[in-house]
């Protein structure tokens, strides 16, 4: 088991779904750029390999900020601004708080299978693309998928210090076909799926590539 304290704002304005970068980028200029935590960005070329702690996300048509462990705190950065309202892809967002929930969840396996969908989840990266595409079974790219996933949960737990010491035993319910989605101006192929896990995940947590830009976005079914 692992105790997780997760902190989620939603903002009171609207975005469109790929402006969630330029929401993260207007939010960085607030907070300023010596705050790492807000863009994992140690230099122009070199980042922080960790988990994000701060994560961007889109909640219905509303733009969110999903906090946790350390980043808890670090989210003071922004709302120490006495004025909240920031410029973004040239228009002005007009910022104030429609919900904010701090909760402290405890993560741990469970003995049922819990249902999720994960939203624009990019599964696939460099190494793992060419190995999924000369999979020619149904089956097996479904197998593939699955032990992706396990990964990425994998990878959460151990950025939040957080280890798993029982098999995960995870099912890709229903997948949807692949699609083109664009991170960091780079085209990559992602999915929107189904799955049951016997572990117990908080809503709005990123798994796989591109967390922190909204991608891989959980939701218990």
């Known amino acids: 088991m692992k105790k997780l304290r997760l902190l989620h704002v939603v903002f009171n304005t609207q975005i469109e779904a790929h402006e969630i970068a330029a929401f993260r980028g207007a939010i960085v200029e607030k907070v300023g750029a010596d705050h790492i935590m807000f863009h994992n960005h140690l230099s122009d070329n070199e980042f922080v390999q960790n988990y994000p702690l701060i994560q961007y996300k889109r909640v219905g048509r509303k733009p969110s900020v999903l906090c946790l462990e350390q980043g808890v705190e670090e989210i003071y950065h ?3 601004n006495k004025v909240w309202n920031m410029t973004m892809a040239g228009r002005e967002l007009h910022m104030s708080v429609s919900s904010l929930n701090l909760k ?3 993560l741990r396996l469970t003995s049922d299978m819990l249902k999720y969908r994960i939203s624009n989840w990019l599964a696939l990266n460099q190494e793992n693309y060419a190995e999924f595409e000369n999979l020619t079974a149904l089956t097996d790219r479904v197998a593939k998928l699955e032990s ?3 990964g990425n949960i994998l990878s959460f737990a ?3 210090n957080w ?6 035993t995870l099912k890709l319910t229903d997948i949807s076909k692949p699609k083109i989605l664009s991170y960091k101006g780079v085209k990559l192929t992602g999915f929107d799926a189904e799955f049951s896990a016997n572990i117990f995940l908080p809503n709005y947590l990123g798994l796989g590539k591109g967390v922190s830009h909204g991608f891989g976005a959980l939701k218990q079914l």
């Open 158 to 160: 151990k950025g939040i």
């Open 163 to 168: 280890t798993i010491d029982q098999q995960i």
């Open 104 to 106: 402290e969840y405890t």
């Open 148 to 150: 992706i996933l396990t």
């Open 78 to 80: 922004f709302f120490a």
